[in-house]
């Protein structure tokens, strides 16, 4: 299968709690390559642009708030079936439900402050890579 790419954010809970070295450890040894990564952190603006999509919904200003709380690592990482195999990795949005040995499950509290983003499409992938690092 053709190597293809998706995008993560190791978000402010897990940075804070110290997590952001052995997620990013968990990432490589489960064979996903880095690309590009930086330290960042949101402003308001820009959390709303990135979650556009959930807007109306009734956790939007809390996620808002939370994502831009606190700095993040963004980055974009290369792997054959990148997206969904990283979705695996990742485990379910909220972290009670997520598979043992996922990273939610391991580093993540809540479905509020659930430890890492990634991509759900590969148009997505594209589409928030360059959000981070298009300037
Ligand atoms: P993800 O792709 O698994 O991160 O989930 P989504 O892209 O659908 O949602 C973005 C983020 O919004 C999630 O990581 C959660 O932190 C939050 N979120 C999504 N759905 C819910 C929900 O039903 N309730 C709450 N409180 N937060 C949610």
Request: proline share 2%.
């Amino acid at each position: 299968m053709r190597k293809n790419r998706t995008f993560t954010m190791i978000k402010p809970d897990a940075m804070e709690n110290g997590y952001a070295g052995l997620i990013i450890a968990h990432i490589e040894k489960a064979g996903f390559k880095l690309i590009a990564m930086k330290l960042t952190q949101l402003d308001k603006d820009s959390a709303e642009k990135f979650y556009e999509i959930h807007k109306g919904k009734v956790f939007f200003n809390d996620l808002i708030q939370y994502i831009t709380s606190g700095p993040i690592i963004a980055a974009i990482l290369e792997k054959e079936n990148a997206v969904e195999d990283f979705r695996k990795l990742i485990g379910n949005t909220n972290p009670e439900e997520a598979d043992e040995g996922t990273i939610r499950n391991m580093y993540a509290k809540s479905i509020d402050a659930n430890a890492i983003h990634g991509s759900d499409s590969d148009e997505n992938a594209q589409i928030e890579g360059d959000f981070h690092f298009s300037n």
